[in-house]
């Protein structure tokens, strides 16, 4: 009797903790996001609300999604960024996704000379710092006249491939070779086989993948206006956002309720696919748990 | 038996096929790197032909009138030495890196331009960045824009360094009449002009008139008025965030203590951080800020505008480029005067007098040919004559560099036109400021004078260092990154001594993956 | 049999061709500008100076500075992150927890929100003594103030609590992953056998873990040693450099002073010690035995 009164406590008591704790977290989380929706409806241009009075505004002023969706400058706005930004975040997690399974599958299955060396030197190449490439690709991209969509598109991919090879790799350990043997002798080639059933059983791989992918390019601002300067119409969402935020010119003023504005905008699409795959990201990792092997 | 042959036989195969792979990889990459260092240097079309064209359009002017005309476009295509517009049109890439008010301006100069030289066709691109290395960058791979617009130092750095052309060699002399001399004087270094000014730019003292009475004049009534607002009105008397500054506006109190930045010593210019001067200016906004507390340390310029717009602050040091906000903000509240003089040395405090303008980038950076390059001196003497110059005061407020439109804008001063009325006050005080600046220097050195200012600045407003300190700190670090790029010349290469820490520091790193951990986690 | 090896080295070309363009070739590009005087003083004919610039980074005094920043900036950050994540997934994984969905969904918006914004509200956030995390939050919890401007304690915690901020819903999202795949079997044995909560987090819990603490450990590791822009926006390395890590400085030679083959020099060490310490991470933990 006591030793279950003694259970019921102790779980009362944990669960307590892990709810309060599970709560603060909630609201440290949203507390900023709250902030960048009060900003974007706001009037006034400014970061810090100098009252906590305006934590609560009275009034919701749209001026700002307003502007950032009607202005057209020099032929380019922000829909239209909006939608390059779309469609190069969009290529990017396809060939990521192509590529780190592609990879992974034959990391796993298929035998390859020095496959550990090459694997530990693609590994390791990585490790140089994203700044630093970032005027020798502009040099190199250059050259070959790939300043455009398709040489962002390259330079985004590598970066979540190769990291999530790995992760695909190892899931695709796991699931048993018979598979494919099987669906090979019913008639598939390898690659149909592969298709069909790696990318179906490795979903949460190539979900996790995508997403990165996905925000990686969407997210990007320096390369992106190191490449596409010149050409305004073919500008991504970030680089339209702070042009027209006043972030890039240091003269002009800077309209942060138009920067929270457009944040919000490109964030919604971000945040949404994040939530609908947690289901699957949050099995992406299982196997990196050594549990059997 | 076999398995264990097997097994032999392919480590050996295994083995060769890295060798040939890390062959292969090495050569790649090497290819690579020469293709790409190769394209650095593309053939530039003109080099003999410019001397020619700047002697026959010199003797041009001189035949036909002797006052220059660049609002007319006949007389601006034989400034060029063209006696008629070419039959097939000429396209010239251009960055625009006007602010958002300037480029409402911009954007009404570029359809008269259009109209009246229909055979250039102008390509403009909006947000680039003034004084950033995406130019440089561009450069490098020759795809620099043939005009670009940048503010006098940084456009100094890249004429020493051969990105941007030497205007002298273009046009005439006489040119430099058209515009305020310190204007065209930050545009000149050694005696070439690099590029023509559309503005001219420095900091002013914005004050509330709800607060403050009447401007100070001096740095003891500066002290007296902050004082006053923070005991009468609980506000911050000034905002001035001097440890997020990189010696942009500490310059004008550094000068009003009687420094200097540089100076000459045996034909070298060096710097000169390390004087009485500096140690007093940090001191004085050290004594505002933590002893009688009237100056709110902001961390950025950003913070101090909206604290000014909120009226949480009275006074603040800012450049006209934000007055539009302020105007917006406080209406008749509003004033600005010149900086004040300090006290303890009857000197002004002297803020940069600084000039944003047009270059031409060389046609190494931009691959030009010599008709664009015409067109694009055109362009840059059209967006800098008088209407367009006159614009960009009447739309945006900004000071003019062209001559004749300075002086019209001071006329409408004079006789009240600016709308609203207050207006007119408010920039009379900002041109007044004009008059008790400094030269911005243009030289190459300047680029190594706000990093090393900002590193010791911050820290003796974070008080971890005297004043002494941070003089001597800041001008030993100014003159590193000067010798660390070659800008100054050192004495005697270092003993390797200096090393043994390093290789101390190395062995453990060295020695850790072959001592090998045995055991569990 | 070798025909076979031959096409099947095909289906690593892609990713391999790519990791030669976009990660060798900069570096060797960066490994070679290092060697020469590039700047804009040198723009279009550099040449060759050996060592000079390496010299440069070990004599004039930064580098230890540098070193000591960056890895308070990349361990300091890691572990409080890798910990707090670590924290949620357990309580996550409870599997009498109600509500998971939900707060997992909230946990995860600092991660999926554009950090670009995120990082200037709290630029903000952290001003003193305006923002509210001084005007209210920190008051409220009764922690003294943080004013990144006069301290440098106080600059590295603005910075690792905003890094943490922004990063614990990935580890979170990672170790609950794993977690979800220890099966529940070995747990209730243990429990069978008179294990209390502790025992069955040692012996259970934290063995069957080890590969992902290592694996994220070290791709966090790389990804925080090179993490720009936090410490640009926040403190841009101040006061002074006390905040400066190795590619802030590299950025800031590049693009403040336009040394370009002094910031390689920079990023080539930088690059080498996290190389070193990679390795060493990797061979110790056996992350990547599985190839063979």
């Known amino acids: 009797m006591i030793q279950v009164k003694k259970h019921k406590i102790f779980k009362i008591l944990r669960l307590g903790i892990s709810y309060i704790v599970l709560i603060i977290m909630a609201i440290a989380s949203i507390f900023p996001l709250y902030y960048v929706f009060m900003t974007s409806f706001s009037n006034a241009p400014n970061l810090i609300s100098l009252a906590i009075s305006d934590l609560f505004p009275k009034h919701l002023y749209f001026t700002a999604y307003k502007e950032l969706l009607t202005t057209n400058l020099y032929g380019g706005s922000f829909p239209l960024w909006l939608r390059n930004s779309l469609i190069l975040a969009g290529s990017t997690a396809v060939i990521s996704v192509l590529l780190a399974l592609i990879t992974g599958y034959a990391l796993s299955r298929l035998d390859i000379p020095a496959k550990k060396t090459l694997a530990t030197f693609i590994y390791i190449v990585t490790f140089f710092p994203y700044t630093a490439t970032a005027v020798p690709l502009y040099l190199l991209f250059a050259k070959f006249h790939l300043l455009n969509y398709i040489g962002l598109i390259l330079a985004y991919t590598p970066g979540t491939s190769i990291f999530a090879a790995f992760i695909a790799k190892l899931s695709i350990d796991s699931i048993p070779a018979s598979y494919e043997e099987i669906a090979m002798i019913d008639g598939l080639s390898r690659f149909q086989a592969f298709l069909r059933i790696i990318m179906r059983l490795a979903l949460p791989v190539v979900a996790l993948t995508a997403i990165l992918g996905f925000s990686g390019a969407y997210l990007d601002f320096a390369l992106a206006y190191s490449f596409l300067l010149p050409n305004i119409r073919a500008w991504t969402a970030t680089i339209g956002l702070y042009y027209m935020a006043g972030l890039i010119n240091p003269a002009s003023a800077p309209a942060y309720n138009l920067f929270a504005a457009g944040a919000v905008i490109m964030g919604i699409p971000l945040m949404a696919l994040f939530i609908v795959s947690q289901k699957m990201m949050t099995r992406a990792y299982s196997n990196l748990a050594g549990v059997k092997q | ?89 000429v396209t010239i890439t251009v960055w625009d890196t006007y602010s958002s008010s300037e480029n409402q301006s911009f954007i009404q100069t570029l359809a008269q331009f259009e109209q009246e030289f229909p055979w ?112 009468t009105y609980h506000v911050w008397g000034i905002a001035y965030g001097a440890s997020d500054e990189y010696g942009y506006r500490f310059a004008a109190w550094f000068a009003g203590y009687g420094g200097q930045i540089f100076t000459t010593q045996n034909g070298q210019i060096v710097p000169d951080l390390n004087s009485s001067a500096m140690v007093n200016a940090l001191n004085f906004w050290y004594n505002l800020t933590y002893n009688l507390h009237i100056n709110y340390l902001a961390p950025s310029s950003g913070v101090e505008g909206q604290l000014f717009i909120a009226n949480q602050t009275a006074i603040i040091f800012d450049g006209p480029w934000d007055l539009n906000e302020y105007l917006q903000a406080l209406g008749p509240n509003l004033g600005a005067a010149p900086l004040p003089v300090v006290s303890q040395t009857g000197l002004r405090a002297e803020p940069f007098i600084g000039s944003t303008g047009w270059l031409i980038a060389t046609p190494q950076a931009s691959g030009a040919s010599p008709m664009q390059i015409k067109a694009a001196l055109i362009f840059i003497l059209y967006v800098t004559n008088y209407q367009s110059d006159l614009r960009l005061w009447d739309v945006a407020h900004d000071i003019p560099a062209n001559m004749q439109a300075y002086n019209a804008a001071l006329t409408e001063l004079k006789e009240g036109k600016l709308q609203p009325a207050y207006l007119n006050q408010i920039m009379e005080g900002i041109l007044e400021q004009a008059q008790y600046g400094q030269k911005f220097p243009n030289i190459p050195q300047m680029a190594y004078y706000w990093d090393s200012f900002h590193e010791y600045a911050s820290e003796f407003f974070a008080q971890k260092i005297s004043a002494n300190q941070a003089a001597q700190g800041m001008e030993q670090a100014f003159v590193q990154s000067l010798i660390q790029n070659g800008l100054m010349s050192t004495i005697l290469p270092p003993p390797p001594i200096f090393l043994i820490p390093y290789i101390m520091l190395l062995v453990p790193v060295l020695v850790a993956p072959i001592v090998k951990i045995k055991g569990k986690w | 049999m070798k025909k076979d090896k031959v096409i099947n080295f095909f289906y690593i070309l892609p990713i391999f061709v790519v990791t030669l363009f976009l990660f060798l070739f900069p570096l060797i590009y960066s490994l070679y500008i290092s060697f020469t005087n590039l700047s804009l003083l040198h723009f279009f004919k550099y040449s060759y100076v050996g060592l000079a610039n390496y010299i440069i980074i070990f004599k004039y005094g930064y580098f230890l500075v540098l070193l000591k920043n960056t890895l308070i900036w990349t361990i300091g950050s890691l572990v409080t992150m890798m910990g707090l994540g670590f924290a949620l997934a357990l309580i996550l994984n409870q599997s009498d927890l109600k509500g998971r969905s939900i707060f997992y969904a909230i946990l995860i918006l600092p991660w999926a929100f554009p950090g670009f914004i995120s990082l200037l509200i709290w630029q903000g956030l952290w001003v003193d003594p305006y923002g509210m995390m001084n005007r209210l939050i920190l008051p409220m919890l009764h922690l003294p103030r943080v004013n990144s401007l006069t301290s440098t304690a106080d600059a590295w915690i603005e910075l690792i609590v905003t890094n943490d901020w922004l990063s614990f819903p990935y580890f979170m999202t990672v170790f609950y992953s794993a977690l979800q795949s220890i099966p529940r079997e070995l747990y209730d044995i243990a429990e069978l056998d008179g294990a209390n909560v502790f025992t069955k987090f040692f012996t259970i819990t934290l063995p069957s873990l080890k590969k992902t603490i290592a694996f994220v450990f070290i791709t966090s590791f790389v990804f925080t040693w090179n993490n720009f822009y936090p410490i640009y926006v926040l403190t841009g390395g101040g006061p002074g450099i006390s905040t400066e890590t190795f590619i802030v400085y590299a950025y800031q030679e590049a693009f403040s002073y336009s040394n370009f083959s002094l910031a390689a020099a920079w990023s080539v060490i930088s690059t080498l010690f996290v190389i070193v310490l990679g390795i060493i991470v990797i061979r110790y933990t056996h992350i990547l035995d599985s190839f063979t």
């Open chain 2, 1 to 89: 038996m076999n398995v264990l042959s097997k097994n032999r036989k392919l480590k050996g195969v295994s083995g060769t096929i890295i060798a040939i792979i890390v062959v292969i990889i090495i050569i790649v990459a090497a290819v690579g790197v020469y293709l790409v260092m190769t394209s650095h240097h593309p053939t530039p079309t003109v080099s003999t032909t410019n001397s020619l064209i700047s002697t026959t359009s010199s003797t041009s002017t001189t035949t036909t009138t002797s006052i220059l005309n660049t609002s007319n476009p006949q007389s601006l295509m034989q400034l060029v030495g063209l006696t008629s517009a070419p039959s097939t049109p």
């Open chain 2, 120 to 231: 250039i066709h102008v390509k403009v691109t909006p947000g680039a960045q003034v004084g950033t290395s995406q130019f440089e960058t561009a450069a490098k791979a020759g795809q620099a824009p043939i005009v670009y617009r940048d503010s006098s130092d940084s456009g100094g750095a890249l004429f020493a360094a051969g990105l941007v052309l030497n205007l002298s060699q273009y046009l005439p002399p006489s040119i430099t009449s058209l515009y305020v001399p310190t204007a065209i004087n930050d545009w000149t270094l050694n005696g070439s002009i690099y590029g023509l000014p559309d503005d001219v730019n420095y900091i002013v003292m914005f004050y509330n008139k709800h607060f403050v009475p009447y401007a100070p004049n001096t740095t003891d009534q500066l002290i007296q008025i902050a004082e006053q607002v923070n005991k």
